[in-house]
């Protein structure tokens, strides 16, 4: 018998140890960069890694997830996440401590995209009539994650940063015990009677083509400004009594609590009504944010903007493609999130890094220019070389004078925040493309959700459903 509530807790709790994984790791992002000398490209890296390696597991067990069964898929998740924990802890004992932390890192995000392919279509299916309301709450998980881990990260202090990373085995744990026994229930395209024909000919329809495209820039303005936002405030808010971690921490408390009220909210505007107005708040709160310097009101209030708008953005978006193309099964509710998690990990963290380090090179050599050779490595380039920077070089900043060192931090802090504006760019862009897809949808008389019609549970769908 399949027991739906301890299946829905117990893949929340697992979606709580992939956000582990990833709060821990941007809550260390700058220890690492300071104790190994890493540069801010270094740092994007490492921090991409952290859902690089989602897509590829994500999108192969979609595939083969209702040959190997559940089971399976989420006993090799608890081995992939204890193992990322033992890798990385190994850093700075065993070889380049930059490919350690990467390989680590990388392994988590494999781990990720395990637990992903399993509880997402499973909640659809436990749930078909309430699928975004559902996924919401699943998702609650994620920045639930991140307020837990969070906080215990500011909580054990100077503990040493293989502990923290050690944590992340403590919810495994707890997902494992809950979830690798239990009976599973049927996807819903597999009772249907859906075949894997049906399911991969709906990946070409023009909506879920059009999905795609959008999730790139849902993923940058999401994942990609959580993996750098504790960075980038670690200079910011130095000089104030606030861990900079706060901030990230604050605004997924923000997620976790709007995510329980998805439901009402989509009843009243509808997915993509929802996913507009996310868009358009979250570009006024990286803007704000961007602009805020240390002032720690301004920093919180612009904080609660973004947070406002990213909330919805990556269940609702599920919930739209589960609805919309029920037939495309496992595959299509997460090869959307794997797109997402490629392009976070691919291009996010790399190309936040890169715009924070080519804007910390020319601010240095335009407001401290007596000092940009001394405190400046070699030139290098980032994205396929097409931007040009000199990292800066924390040990020639440490033997500078205090007034000098208080003016390349300020310097560094302001450049760091500047990158956040340029995100903004793709919420904008993300709010014209909801819009647009609004007024088709108006135009065809709404949006509504799709249903598997009896000939679909015959297996007789010969492609997808309309558009």
């Known amino acids: 018998m399949v027991n739906k509530n301890r299946l829905f807790v117990g893949s929340i709790i697992a979606l709580v140890a992939t956000s582990f994984g990833f709060v821990i790791r941007a809550g260390l992002l700058f220890e690492w960069g300071t104790e190994f000398n890493l540069s801010g490209v270094e740092l994007g890296w490492i921090t991409g890694a952290g859902v690089l390696g989602f897509p590829l597991t994500i999108i192969l067990f979609s595939l083969i997830i209702d040959k190997i069964g559940y089971h399976t898929s989420i006993r090799i998740a608890c081995a992939g996440h204890v193992l990322s924990a033992l890798v990385t802890i190994c850093a700075g004992h065993i070889g380049d401590p930059f490919w350690v932390l990467y390989i680590g890192t990388f ?3 494999l781990a990720n995209g395990i637990v992903e392919a399993v509880i997402n279509p499973a909640v659809a299916t436990l749930y078909p009539e309430s699928k975004t309301h559902h996924l919401n709450i699943l998702h609650a998980g994620w920045p639930g994650g991140l307020v837990l881990g969070g906080v215990l990260l500011i909580a054990v202090g100077d503990i ?10 403590l919810p495994t744990l707890v997902y494992g015990w809950m979830l690798v026994r239990e009976t599973w229930p049927v ?74 009220f998805a439901g009402p909210i989509v009843h009243r505007i509808n997915p993509l009504g929802l996913l507009a107005c996310s868009a358009g708040i979250a570009c006024i709160g990286l803007v704000l944010l961007s602009q805020a310097g240390s002032v720690l009101w301004y920093v919180f209030l612009a904080a609660t903007c973004y947070g406002l708008g990213k909330t919805f953005f990556w269940p609702t978006t599920l919930g739209v493609v589960s609805e919309r193309f029920p037939q495309g099964g496992a595959m299509t509710i997460n090869t959307i999130a794997g797109v997402g998690m490629l392009a976070a990990g691919a291009l996010g963290g790399p190309i936040i890094g890169a715009i924070q380090d080519n804007s910390i090179t020319n601010q240095v050599q335009e407001q401290v220019t007596e000092l940009s050779d001394e405190i400046l490595g070699e030139e290098r380039t980032a994205l396929l070389g097409t931007v040009p920077y000199r990292p800066l070089n924390d040990d020639a900043v440490a033997m500078l004078p205090e007034e000098d060192q208080e003016r390349v931090v300020a310097v ?10 340029t995100v903004a760019w793709f919420p904008a862009f993300m709010f014209v493309c909801y819009v647009l897809l609004i007024l088709y949808f108006r135009s065809k008389g709404g949006y509504k959700a799709i249903e598997l019609k009896a000939e679909e549970e015959t297996g007789g769908v010969e492609g997808p459903a309309e558009f």
């Open 107 to 109: 392994i988590l995000a």
């Open 412 to 421: 560094q802090s302001a450049a760091s925040q500047l990158a956040l504006k």
């Open 187 to 260: 996807q819903e395209r597999v009772a249907a009677g859906v075949g894997y024909g049906g399911m991969l000919r709906t990946m070409y329809h023009p909506l879920f083509l059009i999905l795609l495209v959008i999730m790139v820039p849902l993923a940058i303005t999401e994942l990609g400004t959580d993996s750098w936002i504790t960075a980038l405030m670690t200079s910011v808010l130095s000089n104030t009594p606030v861990h900079p971690l706060w901030v990230l921490v604050y605004t997924s408390a923000i997620m976790f609590v709007l995510r329980f």
């Open 160 to 169: 040493g940063w293989r502990w923290q990373v050690a944590f992340v085995i």
